[in-house]
């Protein structure tokens, strides 16, 4: 019987030594590749919609407010990985600092072009002209002098432009005092992991800032859903990452992230997308065959 006990005890220390070793190769390895797997895939979703938008000329119902605080998230968690030399950090966000960059600037494109649109209606003799050369005196010459055309102003910068810009700022501020304050790694890190937990609660949770519009519309479709869905998987394994170190820079954001996607999950499934709905109430429809039947006269006129 003593033998007897002896091997099941045996057996017992084997067994959960075997599975504290999978727990700990599922929560340190595991879920951090799945991760950085998850993280690229959300980064990398909003481009064929992009890609769709420059091609009709108009974002339509696309929300590029993330895009601005995903290069805000991706540059301050590059600096985080670098601090704690961190490469599961620094893989999984380098590629999506890069890419938020292309998106930014597609989202800027097009906002331009909508204001453009919106400015010219279609009257040759409207010229559009840029806010800053209000001040030109040249100019003011050559509108004193022409009385029959009409000038619109046109901002300098879009909205968009102006939350990158921003956020940047923000950044640049943040690893200045990181760099070359009198701090230690450790302060570094939790300075840099502060604010990076602010900026990634609110990349998550940015595509709720249309949640006025959802539940007036009882209209989901400006929620992008491959977003959505790479969002919630990368909160889940980063998450679990975080619980595995204790890393509360990780964790924090990661778990606000996850309660963020749930929420946006909820709204989808409570108010269906419908983007016949979405384009006849904002006139986008009307606007684009306006835009295709100018151009179709212009080629046959030319022609």
């Given amino acids: 019987h003593l033998d007897r006990s002896i091997y099941l005890y045996s057996s017992y220390c084997c067994i959960v030594k075997m599975t504290n070793s999978?727990?700990?190769?599922?929560?340190?390895?595991?879920?951090?590749?799945?991760?950085t797997i998850m993280a690229s895939a959300m980064?990398?979703?909003?481009?064929?919609?992009?890609?769709?938008?420059i091609s009709r000329g108009?974002?339509?119902e696309?929300?590029?407010t993330p895009w601005a605080f995903m290069t805000g998230n991706c540059l301050g968690w590059v600096a985080y990985s670098v601090v704690t030399q961190n490469m599961f950090v620094l893989v999984s966000n380098?590629?999506?600092?890069?890419?938020?960059?292309?998106?930014?600037?597609?989202?800027?494109?097009?906002?331009?072009?909508?204001?453009?649109?919106?400015?010219?209606h279609g009257d040759n003799s409207l010229f559009l002209r840029?806010?800053?050369e209000e001040d030109s005196n040249e100019f003011s010459e050559d509108a004193n002098s022409s009385g029959s055309h009409t000038y619109?102003?046109?901002?300098?910068?879009t909205s968009h432009e102006h939350w990158v810009i921003g956020i940047i700022t923000i950044w640049m501020i943040v690893l200045t005092v990181a760099c070359f304050g009198p701090l230690s790694d450790v302060e570094r890190a939790n300075l840099i992991g502060i604010v990076v937990n602010v900026n990634l609660v609110v990349f998550y949770g940015a595509p709720l800032s249309t949640i006025k519009n959802v539940l007036r519309s009882r209209n989901s479709v400006s929620i992008h859903r491959k977003t959505l869905a790479t969002g919630f998987l990368n909160s889940f394994f980063w998450l679990a990452y975080g619980i595995a170190l204790m890393d509360m820079v990780i964790l924090v954001p990661n778990a606000s992230g996850f309660l963020l996607s749930v929420i946006q999950i909820i709204l989808c499934i409570a108010f269906p997308r419908s983007d016949i709905?979405?384009?006849?109430?904002?006139?986008?429809?009307?606007?684009?065959?306006?835009?295709a039947n100018e151009s179709q006269d212009e080629g046959s006129t030319s022609g």
């Fill in 277 to 291: 709905e979405y384009r006849v109430e904002h006139g986008v429809e009307e606007q684009l065959v306006n835009d």
């Fill in 58 to 60: 108009s974002l339509e």
């Fill in 94 to 120: 380098a590629p999506g600092l890069i890419l938020s960059i292309w998106l930014n600037m597609g989202a800027a494109k097009l906002q331009y072009q909508e204001m453009y649109r919106s400015r010219y």
């Fill in 43 to 53: 980064f990398a979703a909003p481009i064929t919609s992009l890609k769709k938008a």
């Fill in 130 to 132: 840029n806010e800053e």
């Fill in 62 to 64: 696309l929300n590029p």
């Fill in 22 to 35: 999978i727990t700990d190769i599922f929560l340190n390895i595991v879920c951090p590749s799945l991760g």
């Fill in 152 to 157: 619109i102003p046109v901002p300098s910068c």
